[in-house]
């Protein structure tokens, strides 16, 4: 279709001239062209994005949308749901990104936790902030449109490198650069392991369009160890455990609007990999792939979260949650491939529906959770929660749009992280049509574990909008804030709108997402009914039914009928302000709150086997008498149990490796000639046998 | 088996009655419409201002399955938030004079107050002590005074419901 | 609108109107046990309109969140309620929300509340938060599996669909599986609604407070939505309990004979429940916080082995 191809074109084009516009130009004018062309763009890869899906037939695009030879691209519908990830939240982060990179009205930047030395820093520079934007947008527009294996390494190559230089834009902070650089050591890994298991696919030859990787057959072996790499790849970049660890140091430390696209978006890519290899070019596998995923997706969740509880830095915490939700996205891939091997093909659908549906959702209110902690950020100069609160009234527009954003994370209905988490529990009920039994008896503990995950992560989100939103300001730079400048606001507000629309209407984005299932060789979740607003979404072969629509109608109707029966019944006294009710003490100071290390500490004591925290109680008395405290230090900490046991050895057994092979370099040139003339000889006996 | 003989109807509670001699003082003209309101379900905090602990014992009874205060839609709460009546004990003490004062700011409207002993209406055996701010009522405004030192649970109950004007039961099961 | 939209109103009305009267005869049935005459069975009513004329205090710095927070857990906790399969078995309007719906909308209540208990900034609210999210959080594995072990026999989450499941094959009522789920649900229920060995609804120390320390600050209209809506808590909770393991006396068909024996077979059931939680509460001392995690991990292995049971047994 022609407008498809003019889209495209368009897309391209937006970025290019945003990412120019905005290295060419200074002050507002710079800010204002990155965005444009950023939001320019993404509008237009929403757009084709809803077109494909809606049309369904899926298009080769001629390389000149991307002037490299050997480049291949091609939009289908597992491809579009993708495009509608990044259309959307592309959009509302140009938005976002032109108020944010503007300097901070008198704020300058903390370092994150606690007083941190070194003093407030300058604002990173606005102009690398909207070129990245557009880059990183552009790369992964490109990643989800690859249709051979060397497109897809050079965009997945790009945007690694695209997003370690926005985590790098404020290069002074030393957190910064030891982020960067546990990402880019990661993200080369996982690269490593991806040319490889590309190689393996397509047989040698990269340049090969993957309609016919498609055809082909490989040995089980060989299937089995792409299965491995795609697992290994996909998931340092999606952020699975163990291979989470840059997570936690990368997103907080980059500029919000690319924290919100890096947990948004960037960890999809990951998912879109391993759903276009695994699923679509591999049609699936054996049970036990599934079980991998299944495994390694509730190890994610469950740590993901119980993490994200401990923290006190706001977007260490969302960073942390991110991991859990993208845990239970690969739960949710890892049911659908188990279906798949026992035949069952709807309870499948169901499942990879339910996982592409929460990535959509994820992107949507994730995404919207990373601006207003950078608005929070922004505006007080600190991410440490104990030094929040009380933001609910000097920042009124933010609070609301992030407690939508808390809501919808919170699995609370009729929001769109309920309706997603919804789907994937009927899909992982559906576990008791699977023949054999120790294999069916996984789905009631995924379950057990998938709603562990959202109990614990309902926690989360009360301690981490109520100790930064809530109660009194910790400190003078709490209670400073104002609000978020318009800009802001609007990025945040139409993610906001994104998770009510998609709460509210899952009987219109389901059966569209039946698109890209039949892209991948499975059948759609149930014919598309129209979308009748009442109708309950039930799936056929399924075992229940919901109407978020009616729902939310009924709580709104109850709510009202609640006010008109109160005033009938002549409850009109009037609210009178009062001090709050503290057992007769004196005055009430910001300190007597709970502060959200004591919030988590109920939790720390529960799953205190799998923290294994330390705590250090030091007392300091007066000199002159024991019996007088002069002050007490108290330092928790949560053992770093993963790094210790899996990290550190195998780097220190890399630094070893890496000494030894620096004997080699002896610094004497006749050793070098020597190295030269063994290898010329090796080469010619070489070529001389298996020439 | 001791547990399941207690289904049969059979209670300790004893009835209320009349008291002999009179124990209450009424101090304030009441509202009408608080006890209107109140008539069937009160809520009361009770607030130690400094006492012995001897009335707490006695108020403790109330609960009891003796005096049995929930027969007539009385309970506890919590917090003065949840009250409506306020049962203040103890001759007030310096450090209990504002706690004092903002539990009975922090009760919402309207709102009754009864001091219970002879330490809430006259600061007794502490009168003049050095530690002592005042009775009661120079703190809170009070509604009904029981004397004694400690007045018997039944003194008690047969205060607060003057001060909601009920009519003392002369048999109640 | 239709018999069945009538009828679905009829059972909300009826879960909302009766659930003070429910407490208040587990409040005067642990009376009789411990020898005392007790509260008249209509006392929370009384409680009730009381507090409705009582002026609602907040405090100066608590938001636009504390005042709102009363409207939403009950209107969650009467969404629940209409989703309940009470008196008939096949009304349209368990369509609307199936057993996870109903979870989920206990947990937004519980959410809400637990952000109000934040807000004034007493440290009562706060610790009473933290508690109750630790509990909620901990009981939802139990639920999850317990709902997997319903919807396996019921072949649905529909709450409708599993209790005339139940009815049309009675003898799954007694298979291990459902007994097990039903002594799962039944510490969960505990749990859930604060009551002992969990939870003591009738403290007055602010540390051995769950759910009482965040009402501390609420008072008059908003206070009484908020005890109000824990009453229907407990109502809906017993009501499930009832329905979905003892289904027999729900109407399944709409005849007015067939709603009145459902109404009797629901009052008969629920007194049972009730005098089972007097006694309960009676009888146990309430556990400290840290042993309630233990208590749950038993529940969630009763849950496990329901689960396990049903799925051999298939």
Redo the contacts between chains.
């Keep these: 279709m022609p407008s498809a191809l003019w889209l495209a074109r368009a897309v391209m084009l937006a970025y290019a001239f945003g990412a120019v516009g905005a290295l060419v130009s200074r002050g507002r004018a710079g800010r204002a062209l990155g965005a444009a062309g950023a939001l320019a763009g993404s509008l237009a890869v929403l757009c084709l994005g809803v077109l494909v899906l809606a049309g369904g037939t899926p298009l080769p695009l001629p390389a000149l949308v991307f002037p490299i030879s050997g480049v291949l691209l091609r939009v289908d519908s597992l491809s579009a749901v993708f495009l509608l990830i990044i259309g959307l939240v592309g959009s509302a982060a140009a938005v976002y990104g032109y108020g944010y990179s503007a300097p901070a009205p008198g704020h300058p930047v903390e370092p994150a936790t606690g007083g941190g030395a070194g003093g407030p820093r300058p604002h990173p520079d606005p102009r690398a902030m909207g070129t990245l934007l557009n880059l990183l947008l552009a790369t992964m527009t490109l990643q989800v449109l690859a249709d051979n294996a060397f497109t897809f390494l050079f965009a997945w190559e790009a945007m690694s490198l695209a997003t370690c230089l926005f985590v790098l834009t404020d290069a002074a902070d030393p957190e910064a650069v030891r982020a960067a650089r546990w990402y880019l050591g990661m993200s080369h890994a996982g690269f490593a392991a991806l040319v490889g298991l590309l190689l393996l696919l397509s047989g040698g030859d990269l340049t090969i369009p993957f309609e016919v990787v498609r055809q082909a057959t490989l040995t089980a072996g060989v299937r089995d160890a792409v299965f491995l790499l795609a697992v290994f790849a996909f998931g340092t970049k999606a952020g699975l455990v163990p291979l989470h660890v840059w997570l936690p140091m990368a997103h907080p430390v980059a500029p919000s609007q690319a924290s919100a696209l890096m947990s948004a978006v960037v960890l999809k890519m990951g998912i879109y990999g391993l759903l276009r290899i695994v699923v679509d070019l591999m049609h699936g596998g054996p049970a036990w792939w599934g079980g991998v995923l299944l495994g390694a997706g509730a190890l994610s969740a469950v740590f993901g979260i119980l993490y994200a509880l401990l923290e006190s830095d706001l977007k260490r915490l969302l960073a942390f949650s991110s991991i859990e939700n993208i845990g239970i996205i690969w739960m949710a891939i890892g049911a659908g491939l188990i279906f798949l091997s026992y035949g069952l093909l709807l309870p499948a659908s169901v499942a990879f529906a339910g996982a592409l549906y929460h990535a959509l959702n994820h992107a949507a209110f994730k995404g919207l959770l990373f601006m207003g902690a950078g608005a929070v950020q922004r505006s007080t100069g600190t991410r440490n929660m104990e030094r929040l ?2 933001l ?2 000097t920042m009124p527009w933010t609070a609301g749009l992030f ?1 939508i954003g808390a ?1 919808a994370v ?4 009729p929001l769109n992280g ?1 309706a997603s988490e ?1 789907l994937i ?2 899909a ?2 559906e576990g ?1 049509r699977i023949p054999q ?1 120790s294999t ?2 996984l ?3 995924a ?6 995950a ?3 992560t ?2 989360c ?3 981490a ?3 930064t939103f ?3 300001p910790r400190s003078p730079a709490a209670e400073r804030a104002s609000e978020a400048p318009f800009s802001m606001r609007a990025g945040m507000a139409l993610l906001a709108a994104a998770c009510i629309a998609l709460g509210l209407g899952p009987f219109v984005v389901v059966p569209r997402l039946s698109g890209a299932l039949e892209a991948m060789g499975l059948t759609a979740p149930g014919p598309p009914s129209p979308p009748l607003v009442t109708r ?1 979404l ?1 799936i056929a072969g399924t ?5 978020p629509v ?2 939310a109608a ?2 709104l109707g ?2 009202a009928l ?2 008109i029966g ?1 005033r009938l ?3 009109r ?14 005055r ?1 100071t ?1 300190r ?3 502060t959200s290390a ?6 720390r ?2 799953f205190a086997e799998l923290y294994r925290p330390t705590d250090d109680l030091t007392v300091h008395v007066h000199p002159a008498s024991e019996y007088f405290v002069q002050s007490i230090e108290y330092h928790a900490a949560v053992s770093p149990w993963i790094d210790r046991l899996i990290y550190r050895p195998m780097l220190g057994l890399l630094t070893r490796i890496a000494g030894r092979v620096r004997a080699m370099q002896g610094g004497s040139l006749h050793l070098y000639l020597l190295y030269l003339c063994v290898a010329l000889l090796v080469a010619l006996l070489a070529s001389r046998w298996l020439g | 088996m001791a547990l399941f003989t207690r289904l049969l109807p059979s209670t300790v509670t004893e009835p209320l009655g009349a008291g002999e001699h009179d124990a209450l003082h009424v101090a304030r003209e009441i509202d009408r419409r608080a006890q209107r309101l109140f008539g069937r379900a009160l809520a009361i905090r009770e607030v130690d201002a400094g006492s012995c602990n001897g009335c707490e014992i006695e108020i403790s009874g109330l609960t009891g399955p003796i005096y049995d205060m929930e027969r007539f839609g009385m309970h506890f709460v919590a917090s003065p938030r949840h009250a409506d009546l306020l049962l203040v004990t103890g001759p007030v003490t310096r450090n209990m004079e504002v706690p004092l004062r903002k539990t009975y700011e922090a009760t919402p409207d309207p709102k009754l107050v009864v001091a219970v002993g002879d330490c809430a209406r006259t600061c007794g055996v502490f009168r003049g002590s050095y530690a002592v701010a005042g009775g009661v009522g120079d703190i809170v405004p009070v509604d009904v005074f029981v004397a004694g030192c400690p007045p018997e649970p039944t003194d008690i109950l047969r205060g607060i419901l003057a001060a909601l004007d009920r009519r003392i039961p002369e048999v109640s099961r | 609108m239709t018999a069945t939209a009538w009828l679905a109103a009829v059972q909300t009305l009826l879960a909302v109107g009766l659930a003070p009267g429910l407490a208040g005869v587990v409040r005067r049935l642990k009376a009789r046990l411990q020898g005392r005459i007790g509260p008249p069975i209509g006392q929370p009513y009384r409680e009730l309109r009381k507090l409705l004329q009582k002026e609602p205090l907040v405090a100066h710095h608590a938001s636009w969140l504390f005042r709102a927070t009363p409207f939403i857990v009950f209107a969650t906790t009467v969404a629940v309620a209409a989703l309940v399969p009470l008196l008939a078995v096949g009304l349209p309007i368990y369509a609307v929300g199936d057993l996870i719906v109903v979870v989920d909308l206990l947990l937004a209540g519980t959410f809400f509340l637990a952000l109000a208990g934040l807000d004034p900034g007493s440290p009562f609210g706060g610790m009473g938060a933290s508690r109750e999210m630790t509990i909620a959080a901990l009981a939802e594995p139990v639920i999850g599996v317990a709902i997997f072990a319903l919807a396996l026999t019921a072949d649905s989450t529909n709450l409708g669909r599993i209790a005339a499941r139940m009815l049309a094959h009675p003898a799954t009522a007694v298979s291990p599986g459902h007994l097990l789920a039903f002594a799962a649900l039944f510490i969960v229920t505990l749990a859930e609604t604060g009551r002992l060995p969990v939870d003591n609804p009738s403290t007055h120390l602010e540390l051995t407070m769950i759910h009482e320390a965040m009402l501390l600050e609420y008072s008059g209209r908003y206070l009484a939505l908020l005890e109000w809506a824990a009453d229907i808590k407990l109502f809906v909770f017993f009501a499930l309990l009832a329905n979905l393991f003892v289904p027999w006396g729900l109407a399944v068909t709409l005849t007015p004979l067939a709603l009145a024996v459902a109404l009797g077979a629901l009052a008969l059931k629920l007194g049972v429940l009730a005098l089972a939680l007097a006694l309960l509460e009676t009888r146990v001392a309430k556990l400290r916080l840290f042993r309630v995690p233990e208590l749950l991990s038993v529940s969630f292995v009763l849950a496990l082995l329901a689960v396990t049971a049903s799925l051999l047994g298939r």
């Design positions: 609160g009380g609910i009234g407690l809501a919170a699995a609370l209905p309920f919804w529990f009927q992982l009920l008791f039994p069916a008896l789905m009631p503990i379950v057990g574990i998938l709603a562990l959202s109990g614990l309902a926690a989100f009360v301690k909008f109520g100790i809530l109660a009194i309950p039930g075992t229940g039914q919901m109407s009616l729902l009924g709580l109850i709510v609640v006010h109160l019944a002549g409850a006294a009037p609210v009178r302000r009062v001090d709050a009710w503290g057992c007769g003490r004196i009430q910001p007597m709150q709970y004591a919030f988590a500490e109920p939790l004591r529960v």
